[in-house]
């Protein structure tokens, strides 16, 4: 049993703890909802949806204003008509109708001065018992234009909500376009760090156990062998994933090549035969470049290599990028195989190929004296 305290703080009395845990719940499912509630409010009155909501308003308003308008104007039309007729006939007792045509036309005539004296004169011919053929031509042609101008004015408000609507849509396309670039990059964050993690696995996790196993057998060679093993790993790692995409696409190639060289004394070569290089699409570069990330960390990793090359050729509707080494190579089957049998996983091979499928390209691994990786992209993709 619990005391509550009430608003002031003083005590009400004693609950059981079961009822205090519902009264809680409920508490944090009150202000769950509230604040739902006021996510779908502030939903409600974002710009573009209030571009939208004031442009269906216009649109409406001025579709019945101006269908009412011009059907309006068309009856009083043949009213007036019919008035010609009778006056042609003879019959010229329209007294009736001059409160009516007064009021009917009191809308158009109140702030145009010119048509409501014109109106005016029609009336008192009319209760005079007069002819007002002439009056009324020259009232209906009045008449006619302010109908024109009213349709104007009609069209002009919905062209307004045209382009609210044009606005909203460009609003909600550019928020989505964002929203989705910001996804695209949020993925490829998680990719990066989900790399990492492997490396850091595959590598500096398994150079540490083995230090620790040799240092508790005293075996300081192999100590120190694993010890730099592991700070190399560390090293490249670091200067892999701080790369300077403001750079040339071949700068940052170079730098990589150095990197690779520096940490793990693998002679690593960079033969530029392309042109084409300084008009790839800025997608392009990146996915090559995290193309060749993979692959340099594979070959610091598993190849044993003592050298490495890496061109750029051009073909005739294509360009080419080839990463080759002289290490041990592998067999794509033996890597599939290994996969499949669980323990450690090798996703370096899978990730290469799904990152040059999403470029539209196609890659090969040939495996004669080491390993080539020769990746083709046709020039409509590269531009």
């Given at each position: 049993m619990r005391k509550l305290p009430n608003k002031n703080g003083k005590f009400l009395g004693k609950f059981p703890k079961d009822k205090i845990a519902i009264c809680c719940i409920l508490t944090d499912m009150d202000k769950k909802q509230a604040a739902g509630s006021g996510f779908k409010i502030k939903a409600l009155f974002k710009i573009e949806f209030i571009f939208i909501y004031i442009a269906v308003l216009n649109f409406g308003f001025?579709?019945?204003?101006?269908?009412?308008?011009?059907?309006k104007i068309a009856n009083l039309n043949s009213q007036m008509i019919k008035i010609q007729l009778e006056e042609n006939s003879g019959i010229f007792n329209h007294q009736n109708l001059i409160k009516k045509l007064e009021y009917d036309y009191e809308p158009f005539t109140y702030f145009d001065s010119d048509l409501k004296t014109e109106l005016s004169q029609i009336l008192t011919l009319m209760g005079e018992n007069k002819s007002t053929i002439e009056p009324i031509i020259t009232f209906q042609n009045?008449?006619?234009?302010?109908?024109?101008?009213?349709?104007?004015g009609y069209d002009s408000l919905l062209y307004c909500s045209l382009i609210l609507i044009v606005i909203a849509v460009y609003l909600i396309a550019e928020k989505y376009f964002k929203n989705k670039i910001d996804f695209q990059r949020l993925k490829v964050m998680n990719e990066e760090q989900s790399k990492i993690s492997r490396n850091l696995h595959d590598g500096v996790a398994q150079d540490l156990a083995a230090l620790k196993l040799y240092l508790e057998k005293e075996d300081l060679p192999k100590s120190k062998f694993y010890a730099q093993q592991a700070f190399n790993e560390v090293r490249y790692m670091i200067g892999a994933t701080h790369l300077d995409l403001n750079q040339s696409f071949e700068e940052i190639v170079r730098k990589m090549a150095a990197t690779l060289e520096a940490n793990y004394n693998i002679s690593t070569k960079v033969y530029?035969?392309?042109?084409?290089?300084?008009?790839?699409n800025e997608n392009i570069q990146v996915?090559?470049?995290?193309?060749?990330?993979?692959?340099?960390?594979?070959?610091?990793?598993?190849?044993?290599?003592?050298?490495?090359?890496?061109?750029?050729v051009d073909g005739i509707d294509d360009f080419k990028f080839i990463i080759k080494d002289d290490g041990k190579g592998f067999s794509e089957e033996e890597v599939t195989e290994k996969n499949s049998k669980g323990g450690r996983q090798h996703y370096g091979v899978s990730n290469i190929k799904e990152r040059v499928?999403?470029?539209g390209g196609a890659v090969d691994f040939i495996h004669e004296g080491g390993t080539t990786i020769a990746i083709t992209i046709k020039d409509s993709v590269c531009r």
């Open positions: 001025s579709i019945v204003c101006k269908t009412y308008t011009n059907k009045h008449m006619h234009q302010t109908e024109s101008h009213l349709n104007f530029v035969g392309s042109t084409k290089i300084q008009n790839l996915e090559l470049i995290r193309i060749l990330q993979e692959a340099l960390s594979n070959i610091s990793r598993h190849a044993n290599a003592s050298n490495v090359e890496i061109r750029f499928e999403l470029l």
